[in-house]
């Protein structure tokens, strides 16, 4: 069932504009809008939030056009990525604005700020003032306080951009959290990471418009264009699982030898994550073609049928079937002197180290 | 760095001067008046009175004109309008054109002939030569103050923050009074305090308006125009004494708000 629909949404603000945005999202979905900056993703957050007025198109909410309903009666709950929190009131003040918005009884405005603050990890820091918060901390009570609102659509603005690398990890938990709640989400990026590791459905902005729209696999897999193939920069994305690490002992050296199967095939790769579902990207131009199989300090070796060679920005992309479909980037020179063609049987080797692993 | 240490005593110097010109005048006066004549003459009935007509005076025209000001300043910081730089320069208007000037055309304003001064009678107000005579006169010449300081005020609250309360089902009345008011309340009371300040020193306008019943710059002048300067030396000494213990404990109640805020 349709959470939220975007109806041809159109905006212009001086040089800017959002021509003609299209997409849906369903009932408790994590919805991800991935973009680069200037691509007015934040700007169609705040089109659905009612912040800025659109000059075309239609919002629904829960079936409801919400189009020309006022800010406050939306119930689209925004984080910003600066949190946006009011910095005269304290963790306590922010969670409860909305609920005091809304006219909550006191009694029920304490409990609900409490279960928040609880779920969102920050029932400890109810009585500190905002200036005195750490980034993560800002954003958990951003978001208990947009949760307060008991939206029927959370809209997360960059939330995670502005944090380290560990508080990134800590917070995507708590909004996958969330999500399995039921809470229906709209997220904006410009980390294709991000996506992968959060987005039920993902759709591609670009030019003010919706691009692409799809399931991570597929927008990541078939990039309908050749923005969406560049921006999201992987041919060679795949989803499988991470084995356990073999004779690790606890406290040794971090980054063992790992395998990881997808598709029937295994990938031998560097990882120091615990096992289970994620996604590998293989850079198109870490992966080398040849004739034979060399020896090289390659683990990983497959040989394959060329399926297609297609022109890219620079050189040739060459497809290769090794049981899952391999994009590898070659010049256009090492094409002609490799005779690469189609039906050939050629071998492909890559580095353990030039895969990434992505956690689910 | 050392090549700045002249230039620093030379600016240090200039300072020092500017400094010694404020001050001199102001001790010269309290060194002029001996403790017997300066408690002799805070007694003296018509010197109390005049103090007090003052403060209420210049306090009520704060506050009832503030009230309007306030939400005004909110508009000019935040709203798109037509002539909004004709405004902007209409409300500096008082600052910069003659007090006595400014009195005249009150009066003409408010005189008993006008539509005003008729509506006012008719709810039995008289505004010339009376407390609410006095009020306008001295709002007239203090309001750009205000108005000015929490237009800036307003500016300075980041807008998002009033983006996200709407977003957070607050009215636009909520968010005014949780967010942007208390975000500005600064530079707010600092004009509050300033037009207060303003109004109660205000002479050219008031004098025209209201002679009598007489405010305290009003007397001062009386009794230097009638009796002579040492007449004169006593009065305004007590009265730079009450404006000053005022401001310093308004000062200090405003720093103590700060910190608090802090």
């Not at chain 2, 037009?195 to 009003?218: C, D, K, L, Q």
Request: proline share 4%; net charge neutral.
């Amino acid at each position: 069932m349709t959470m939220l629909k975007i109806k041809d949404i159109s905006v212009r603000l001086g040089q800017f504009e959002l021509a003609g945005v299209n997409f849906e999202v369903a009932r408790g979905e994590y919805f991800v809008l991935l973009g680069m900056s200037g691509a007015g993703k934040s700007v169609l957050l705040q089109v659905i939030g009612g912040l800025i007025p659109a000059s075309g198109g239609q919002i629904f909410l829960d079936g409801k056009d919400i189009s020309g309903e006022k800010i406050q009666r939306r119930r689209v709950g925004i984080v910003f990525q600066d949190s946006a929190l009011f910095p005269h009131m304290n963790v306590y003040g922010n969670i409860a604005y909305p609920l005091k918005s809304l006219k909550h009884r006191a009694g029920e405005t304490d409990r609900k700020v409490r279960e928040l603050a609880g779920l969102t990890g920050v029932d400890h820091l109810l009585k500190r003032a905002v200036a005195n918060l750490s980034g993560g901390e800002a954003q958990r009570v951003a978001l208990a306080r947009a949760l307060a609102l008991d939206p029927s659509c959370l809209l997360l603005d960059e939330p995670l951009s502005a944090l380290d690398v560990q508080l990134r990890g800590e917070l995507r938990s708590l909004l996958r959290e969330i999500n399995r709640r039921g809470q229906t989400i709209v997220h904006v990026t410009h980390d294709y990471e991000e996506a992968a590791v959060l987005a039920g459905r993902i759709g591609v902005i670009e030019g003010g418009t919706v691009v692409q729209e799809g399931t991570t696999a597929q927008v990541f897999q078939h990039p309908k264009s050749e923005f969406v193939a560049r921006f999201v920069g992987i041919r060679n994305f795949f989803r499988g699982m991470l084995d356990k690490e073999k004779g690790r002992e606890e406290g040794r050296g971090k980054g063992s030898l790992r395998r990881f199967t997808t598709g029937g095939i295994g990938f031998t790769l560097l990882s120091d994550e615990p096992p289970g579902e994620g996604y590998v990207v293989i850079r198109a131009e870490d992966v080398i073609i040849s004739n034979d199989l060399a020896s090289s300090s390659a683990v990983n070796n497959f040989s394959g049928v060329i399926t297609g060679l297609e022109p890219a920005r620079m050189g040739t992309e060459v497809m290769v079937d090794i049981g899952i479909s391999l994009g590898v980037l070659v010049s256009d020179d090492s094409a002609a002197s490799l005779e690469l063609a189609g039906g050939k049987n050629v071998w492909v080797s890559f580095k353990a180290s030039a895969i990434k692993f992505i956690r689910k | 760095m050392n090549g700045y240490q002249p230039m620093k005593l030379l600016f240090a110097f200039l300072g020092g001067l500017v400094l010694l010109f404020i001050v001199a005048p102001l001790a010269g006066l309290f060194l002029a008046t001996s403790p017997a004549e300066f408690f002799e003459t805070a007694s003296d009935k018509e010197v109390a009175g005049s103090i007090w007509l003052t403060l209420w005076t210049s306090m009520m025209a704060t506050l009832l004109f503030g009230m309007a000001a306030i939400p005004f300043s909110w508009l000019l910081a935040r709203r798109k309008f037509p002539f909004k730089k004709f405004i902007s320069a209409v409300i500096n208007v008082p600052v910069v054109i003659p007090h006595s000037a400014a009195g005249i055309a009150i009066l003409g304003f408010v005189a008993r002939d006008s539509a005003v001064g008729q509506a006012g009678e008719k709810i039995g107000l008289n505004f010339v030569g009376s407390a609410p005579g006095i009020i306008i006169a001295m709002a007239f010449v203090s309001i750009p103050f205000l108005i000015n300081a929490a237009r800036d005020g307003f500016a300075s609250v980041p807008e998002k923050l009033e983006k996200a309360a709407l977003n957070l089902g607050a009215s636009p009345a909520r968010v005014f009074f949780t967010i942007s008011l208390p975000l500005a309340w600064r530079s707010i009371l600092s004009g509050l305090i300033m037009m207060w300040a303003r109004g109660m020193s205000e002479f050219g306008a008031v004098v025209i308006v209201a002679y009598h019943p007489m405010t305290t710059p009003v007397l001062i002048w009386e009794r230097f125009a009638s009796f002579g300067l040492d007449w004169a030396i006593p009065v305004a000494a007590v009265f730079i004494t009450v404006c000053l213990v005022f401001f310093i404990v308004l000062r200090m109640v405003a720093t103590r708000y700060d910190n608090v805020e802090d």
